[in-house]
């Protein structure tokens, strides 16, 4: 694991390598849901499957953005590289005009209350500079998070939309594609 920033009591890190412990944001936020706003999607099966998913694709890779205050993981973002397969990410065709190895894919984009108000900071100047140097040309990304809608639309812009049912088809879920220049 390699520590790529810090902001105050917080460390900011990166590996390629999985660990159980990085999806305790996701698994708190599934708590929050259970207790106050169930919206009948569990997003911890959902990125284990997209995890198993692109471990068995030879041809991508994911890196786990992990933010550590105090040695525990209180936010998490997954990010795909390689060549990538769209179809495991997007159910729609997504306009790309880059070569699918200069571009990257983020998800699971949580993060705990103890690192609430970090979130934009842990994008633009910790994940997107990291990604900048190594000569990617852009982040590609979906969200059914509409208060997230507003920082995707600051740092790049909106791609396309989408809507999907919930698990078990009680809901539905409204969501749009970014694409955030590098």
């Not at 065709?93 to 990257?104: A, G, K």
Request: charged fraction near 20%; hydrophobic fraction near 35%.
């Amino acid at each position: 694991m390699e520590i790529i920033g810090t902001n105050n009591d917080i460390n900011f890190a990166v590996t390629n390598q999985f660990d159980s412990k990085y999806l305790n944001p996701i698994i708190l936020n599934l708590l929050y849901k259970a207790n106050n706003d169930w919206d009948d999607y569990n997003e911890l099966y959902h990125c284990c499957q997209l995890i198993e998913n692109i471990n068995r694709n030879n041809n991508m890779e994911v890196d786990y953005h992990v933010m550590i205050k105090d040695k525990n993981y209180i936010g998490i973002a997954l990010v795909s590289r390689g060549s990538i397969d769209f179809n495991s990410f997007f159910k729609q065709p997504i306009l790309v005009s880059e070569n699918t190895n200069e571009i990257l894919i983020f998800n699971y984009f949580h993060i705990c209350q103890e690192g609430r108000g970090n979130g934009e900071r842990w994008l633009k100047e910790i994940i997107m500079p990291y990604y900048n140097f190594k000569k990617y040309k852009a982040i590609y990304l979906k969200s059914s998070h509409p208060k997230s809608f507003s920082l995707y639309s600051r740092l790049g812009v909106e791609i396309g939309s989408y809507e999907n049912n919930s698990d078990n088809h009680l809901m539905s879920r409204k969501g749009k594609i970014f694409k955030i220049p590098l």
